[in-house]
Nanobody
Framework: QVQLVESGGGLVQAGGSLRLSCAAS????????MGWFRQAPGKERECVAA????????YYADSVKGRFTISRDNAKNLVYLQMNSLKPEDTAVYYC????????????????????WGQGTQVTVSS
């Protein structure tokens, strides 16, 4: 089992920034690829960013490219999502997720592929 706890959400004005953190525990963090997902009311859960076990491969949704940055610290069992130039359409509950992988460099954006999920943190961007 892997436990994931997100933090860092909140209310921010459009154009502002937030940094989300996800703390992992339970099994060696470096075994897992990590992803950040979001879900707005009435919409499907979507992957905004993902990072490989080693951190050398990343994925970004087109809607956040150039604004969001995913990173990880395997020594501290943490994964981050730096969100800049936030827009009202970024408003959602943000979840981190872990996927057990043999490959150190692959990533996936498919929610169903992930093994463990955090409880989510609300991000609200006001116009």
């Amino acid at each position: 089992q892997v436990q994931l706890v997100e933090s860092g959400g909140g209310l921010v004005q459009a154009g502002g920034s937030l940094r989300l953190s996800c703390a992992a525990s339970g099994r060696p963090f470096s075994w897992y690829g990590m992803g950040w997902f979001r879900q707005a009311p009435g919409k499907e859960r979507e992957c905004v960013a993902a990072i490989s076990r080693s951190g050398e491969t990343t994925y970004y949704a087109d809607s956040v490219k150039g604004r969001f940055t995913i990173s990880r610290d395997n020594a501290k069992n943490l994964v981050y999502l730096q969100m800049n130039s936030l827009k009202p359409e970024d408003t959602a509950v943000y979840y981190c997720a872990a996927i057990f992988r043999a490959s150190t460099t692959s990533v996936t954006s498919v929610p169903a592929a992930y093994d463990y999920w955090g409880q989510g943190t609300q991000v609200t961007v006001s116009s």
